[in-house]
Nanobody
Framework: VQLQASGGGLVQPGGSLRLSCTAS???????????FEWYRQAPGNQRELVAS???????TYVDAVKGRFTISRDNARKRVYLQMNGLKPEDTAIYYC?????????WGRGTQVTVSS
C-alpha cells in the first residue's frame, strides 16, 4: 500500500487548504476497513496526531484544531481529506497521512503547510 499526500502550500492566516491522501496498491474493501490519520511535525517538534478517521466513520481531533479542521474519506476513490479552515501560523508544519490497515501501518510522504502573512 502506498499513500500519497498532496495539497499543501503557503496560505495567509485565516485561510484554508484541503489536503488529500490517496491510497494505491490496495483494493476497495481493504481501504474501507482501515483507520486513516493525519499527523503533523513542525520544526523542532515531535510528530503529533491531528485527526483520525475510522472505518466506523467516527472521527477525532486534537484540541488545537477542533472546530477548524475536518477529516473525511471517500472510500470509492480511496482518498482521505483534511479540510483546514481558519489556519494559524502555529499550524505550519509538514503534514503526513498514515493508514492502519489490518495489522500493518503505512505512511505517506509529507506535504508542507506554511501559514504566514
Amino acid at each position: 500500500v502506498q499513500l500519497q499526500a498532496s495539497g499543501g502550500g503557503l496560505v495567509q492566516p485565516g485561510g484554508s487548504l484541503r489536503l488529500s491522501c490517496t491510497a494505491s496498491g490496495t483494493i476497495l474493501s481493504v481501504f474501507t476497513s482501515g483507520t486513516f490519520e493525519w499527523y503533523r511535525q513542525a520544526p523542532g517538534n515531535q510528530r503529533e496526531l491531528v485527526a483520525s478517521s475510522r472505518a466506523s466513520h467516527s472521527t477525532t481531533y486534537v484540541d488545537a484544531v477542533k472546530g477548524r479542521f475536518t477529516i473525511s474519506r471517500d472510500n470509492a476513490r480511496k482518498r482521505v481529506y483534511l479540510q483546514m479552515n481558519g489556519l494559524k501560523p502555529e499550524d505550519t508544519a509538514i503534514y503526513y497521512c498514515k493508514g492502519d490497515i489490518y495489522s500493518s501501518t503505512y505512511w505517506g510522504r509529507g506535504t508542507q503547510v506554511t501559514v504566514s502573512s
